[in-house]
């Protein structure tokens, strides 16, 4: 593990700033603020492309780059806005190439010090995926991840959800002009970008904020700024059946179910949202899903965790469960976390449950895990700070 940048403690929060921050609006909310600004109306659309352009294709800070502005016009926006994104606490590199950025979010009110959320990248030779964070904390309690037992403080707004992928660009080199990092694995070539996909699997639950998870993607796929393919965009939900269909009518993007349970008695147990939508409802919520096909299969994930959910019976019960849903099958050697009630299953049993699925006619890859050193791996996301307090709380109770 390599310690990259370590912020100083925070200083007593001071009150949020008047300034709008464009960084992270949509279209209409930029449109919106000009209007406000008192632009003419005739004017409005042409700035908003222009800035539009400038923050999410180019990744400008200031809007002193911004050239094609007229200079008395780039001082009004200067004083009337910001471009900010969250604070880098600290960033963490794996030796597998993972990184992983503690935020600290911009205040909300005089006595709030401002949350912090992880988000984390993940490279591979031809790609890179950013996995973001959609709420500060979690509700849902899955006994098996280490995010569940972090109190659920509030949403993110849309604004701090796109700016998770601005920050990774920014610090990637992601952006016209920026050069890439050389301390770790960064995918390059021509046409190649350093973030090409991105996971709703950071901490909390999306479908609970999708008033701000559907405007992000909109946001992160507009083809004129960040231009991700909505088929390389994907929402992982614990199983909020009311919200599934929404996601894929309002956003269009690929749809994970966090499975991990073939019965609803152990599934009560793994994820607890099963008592209130049981596997049934949330599956009947999958074959409905908009968009559903064989090219865009919805992936279930499904955490192999030993003695509990690991066994050949498990494995044909999954492909039962699955039938005429196009489906494929991630299956996620457990990762463990300080005070885990589980462990990994063996890996051979993994590939036995792996075989099973496989020649039902489903892809089951196993997905390698990357950035455990660094507690950045599925299930481990924790905000430091809240890892500093519980060890703080141990220490004073060992005394």
Request: charged share 25%; aromatic share 6%; hydrophobic share 40%.
């Amino acid at each position: 593990m390599t310690l990259l940048e370590t912020a100083p403690a925070p200083s007593p929060a001071a009150a949020p700033t008047a300034r709008p921050n464009l960084a992270g609006m949509t279209r209409s909310e930029i449109a919106s603020a000009l209007h406000d600004l008192g632009l003419p109306e005739r004017e409005i659309r042409m700035r908003t492309n222009q800035l539009w352009h400038w923050i999410y294709f180019r990744g400008a800070r200031d809007f002193a780059e911004m050239l094609n502005i007229s200079k008395t016009l780039r001082a009004t926006l200067a004083d009337s806005f910001e471009l900010r994104l969250p604070e880098i606490v600290e960033e963490q590199l794996s030796v597998d190439g993972t990184r992983k950025w503690l935020l600290r979010l911009a205040p909300t009110n005089p006595q709030d010090k401002g949350a912090e959320i992880e988000c984390v990248y993940i490279p591979e030779s031809d790609r890179g995926t950013l996995c973001v964070s959609s709420q500060v904390g979690c509700t849902l309690t899955c006994s098996f991840c280490h995010t569940g037992t972090q109190r659920l403080v509030r949403n993110l707004t849309t604004a701090e959800i796109v700016g998770q992928l601005l920050i990774a660009r920014q610090r990637l080199g992601d952006f016209p002009d920026h050069e890439r990092p050389r301390d770790g694995l960064v995918p390059s070539g021509e046409g190649v970008r350093a973030v090409s996909n991105i996971v709703f699997m950071g901490m909390g639950e999306p479908l609970y904020n999708l008033e701000n998870v559907a405007p992000a993607i909109e946001t992160m796929a507009d083809g004129d700024g960040l231009s991700l393919s909505k088929r390389r965009i994907t929402v992982s939900t614990s199983g909020v059946v009311p919200q599934i269909e929404r996601l894929g009518a309002d956003s269009g993007a690929m749809l994970a179910i966090s499975l991990h349970a073939v019965r609803d008695d152990l599934r009560n147990e793994l994820v607890p949202l099963n008592k209130k939508y049981p596997i049934r409802e949330l599956l009947q919520a999958c074959r409905d899903y908009p968009g559903a096909s064989n090219a865009r299969r919805i992936t279930f994930e499904y955490v192999m965790l030993k003695g509990i959910n690991d066994s050949p019976a498990d494995a044909r019960e999954l492909v039962r469960l699955l039938k005429g849903v196009p489906a494929k099958i991630n299956l996620i050697p457990f990762n463990p976390w300080p005070g885990a009630p589980y462990e990994c299953s063996d890996w051979e049993t993994i590939e036995q449950f792996s075989d099973i699925v496989f020649n039902a006619g489903y892809a089951s890859p196993v997905r390698t895990p990357r950035g455990r050193d660094i507690l950045a791996a599925c299930g481990q996301l924790k905000s430091e700070t809240e890892k500093l307090r519980a060890r703080a709380r141990l220490a004073a109770s060992d005394e």
